[in-house]
């Protein structure tokens, strides 16, 4: 295999099998009518996912050395803190990312 | 123009930063595998999943298996079958934008989508499709401008990635407001945790998601109880 056909294959594979994990349910359910069971799911199940998302984009945070994860924790707080002020998700977002820049960055210490 | 574009367009900006940054990251990394930004382009359109992308990179360096790609594949994305369980109602009568919305199905559109009402008036189904494309265009142009800027510059990004956490954290406290109950929150969190503690990094989002299933249904009578919003 050239490494062009190997390259243009290896992509067909990733979109594909990528494809199919967000199509999965609706192959399932093409009707769109689900049992109760899965009816619970769709409901209850984007604040759990949210909740894990946020974990999972501060999974690499270092609490063994310096500064033992407080930066993130301080991200955490100022875009908390940002959106119960000014209830504006631009400005929380933008805020709690520029401070936390500032933090990782040394703008500040 | 559709008036669903401009409302599409100001529920976007929050995913337009993360997604230009990790984008423009990708394709520098790309760049470093000696490959242009055709590919970058390439790849962000028809496969458009940030980590998929970045772990890509590695198997076009290493010459993994076509095989191996696959099944590792399943495992980096399997969390996405579960986003459709969300999206099923929602998406049932798009239409001809069905298969569209399916491919654009990302962690930051299903967030936006499961969170953000359009306002009274507009179309949902155009809101969605709009919203979807626009978010699909920032991660295809991030990832054309960083292969094509290569290793030709340096940035100072560190930090940006944050936005992401920022977008997931704003849209958590948006979710409170339509349904006040905390118990899910607790959910996520401890199954966080517990993954993190248990398994490593790469694994953890779908090892935290099948044990935040086992116990939303051990929890599910509590938690459906606490639920204001009718079935």
């Known amino acids: 295999m050239s490494e062009t056909t190997y390259l243009l294959s290896a992509i067909a594979v990733m979109a594909v099998v990528n494809y199919l994990t967000r199509a999965a349910a609706f192959l399932f359910f093409p009707s769109g009518k689900t049992p109760g069971v899965i009816r619970f799911i769709e ?3 984007p ?8 974990f ?3 999974k690499d945070t270092d609490f063994q050395s310096t500064p033992y994860g407080l930066y993130e924790l301080a991200g955490v707080g100022l875009t908390v803190g940002l959106h119960l002020i000014f209830k504006n998700y631009l400005v929380s977002i933008f805020g709690g990312t520029v401070g936390y820049m500032a933090l990782v960055q040394g703008w500040i210490f | 123009m559709r008036p669903e574009f401009p409302a599409a367009l100001r529920a976007s900006i929050p995913v337009l930063m993360g ?3 990790l984008g423009f990251a990708f394709g520098l990394l790309l760049s470093t ?3 242009g930004w055709g590919w970058a382009l390439g790849m962000s359109v028809v496969i458009y999943a940030g980590a998929l992308q970045f772990a890509a990179v590695g198997f076009f360096a290493a010459k993994v298996g076509l095989v191996q790609i696959a099944i590792a594949t399943l495992f980096i994305n399997i969390r996405q079958a579960f986003y459709g369980l969300s999206l099923l109602k929602k998406f ?5 934008r069905k298969p569209y919305l399916i491919h654009a199905l990302t962690d930051e559109t299903y967030a936006l989508l499961t969170t953000i009402k359009p306002a009274e008036g507009l ?4 809101f969605a499709f709009f919203l979807s494309m626009l978010n699909h265009s920032y991660w295809v142009t991030g990832s054309v401008l960083g292969a094509l800027a290569g290793n030709a510059f340096h940035f100072d990004t560190r930090g940006v990635a944050f936005s992401l956490t920022a ?7 948006e979710q409170y407001k339509t349904r006040r109950q905390i118990l899910p929150y607790v959910i996520g969190a401890v199954a966080s945790t517990v993954a993190l503690m248990s398994v490593s990094s790469k694994n953890m989002l779908i090892v935290s998601i099948v044990l935040s299933l086992v116990m939303m249904f051990a929890l599910r009578s509590r938690v459906e109880a606490g639920g204001k919003r009718d079935v």
Request: hydrophobic residues 60%; glycine residues 6%; without cysteine.
């Open chain 1, 43 to 45: 409901i209850y199940f």
């Open chain 1, 47 to 54: 604040p759990v996912i949210l909740t894990i998302l946020i």
């Open chain 1, 56 to 58: 999972y984009s501060l």
């Open chain 2, 19 to 21: 997604y230009l940054v």
């Open chain 2, 33 to 35: 595998q000696g490959l």
């Open chain 2, 92 to 96: 049932a009568d798009t239409g001809w």
């Open chain 2, 123 to 126: 179309d949902e189904k155009w």
């Open chain 2, 167 to 173: 977008l997931f954290i704003v849209l958590a406290m």
